[in-house]
């Protein structure tokens, strides 16, 4: 079955206690990208990743870091989360953009910071 | 920038009614367009998928329209059920990025 499987589902952790929120995929897809969804701002996208080793800010990269060294994972770091990092994080696979096929997304993680 | 936006916020609707959902977009260069669904506190599902060539496309009930000149897109919605309350997200790819809307919440009431 294809899968994009996000890990935790829920997290809640205090202001600068480093933690990494891992993403995998088993689609064989070159492109993965992490995305925040805020009350009133829709999705946003972080960062992305065209290929292994390949990476680029989105636009909302500030605070959040990442790494592409398997095509299949795509782990999403807050080396020192803040209260504003709190948000329902999203990450999705697909062939690059201009394929024209389907995105798939993780069922998300819903992110505390206190 | 690609700059979308989705009308109308939120709609409630009661059940068998036909429905339109409209997505606009800034940046005409887009592949192509895809709708999305989204559950509460779920991920987002692919609906539909309208190659930047293409005009229309169907599934089931779920008819979308594409005008890339004007930058529009429409999610036409038919015989509505109480299954289909959900936000539906439209996102258009552009360049290097996936872009979305604010998404139109939807209420089919039985």
């Known amino acids: 079955e294809a899968q994009v499987t996000q890990n935790p589902r829920y997290l809640i952790t205090v202001t600068g206690k480093k933690l990494t929120v891992t993403c995998s995929q088993n689609m064989n897809h070159e492109y993965m990208s992490w995305y925040r969804q805020d009350p009133g701002l829709g999705l946003r996208q972080i960062y992305y990743?065209?290929?292994?080793?390949?990476?680029d800010k989105g636009d909302v990269p500030e605070g959040y870091k990442v790494s592409r060294k398997e095509k299949r994972n795509f782990p999403l770091i807050l080396e020192s989360p803040s209260p504003n990092q709190t948000s329902l994080y999203f990450c999705?696979?697909?062939?690059?953009?201009?394929?024209?096929?389907?995105?798939?997304f993780g069922q998300g993680t819903r992110l505390t910071v206190v | 920038k690609q700059e979308v936006t989705q009308i109308p916020a939120a709609l409630s609707v009661p059940e068998g009614e036909n429905l339109v959902l409209n997505c606009s977009f800034t940046d005409s260069a887009i592949y192509n367009l895809q709708w999305f669904r989204q559950d509460p506190g779920k991920g987002l599902t692919s609906l539909l998928l309208i190659q930047s060539s293409q005009r229309e496309q169907t599934s089931g009930r779920l008819n979308a329209s594409l005008d890339k000149s004007s930058g529009r897109s429409t999610l036409y919605i038919a015989a509505s059920q109480p299954g289909d309350s959900a936000t539906y997200l439209c996102a258009p790819p552009t360049g290097n990025q996936f872009y979305f809307g604010t998404g139109t919440s939807l209420t089919v009431i039985p």
């Open positions: 990743s065209m290929n292994v080793e390949v990476t």
């Open positions: 999705a696979s697909s062939r690059q953009p201009q394929m024209n096929t389907e995105a798939f």
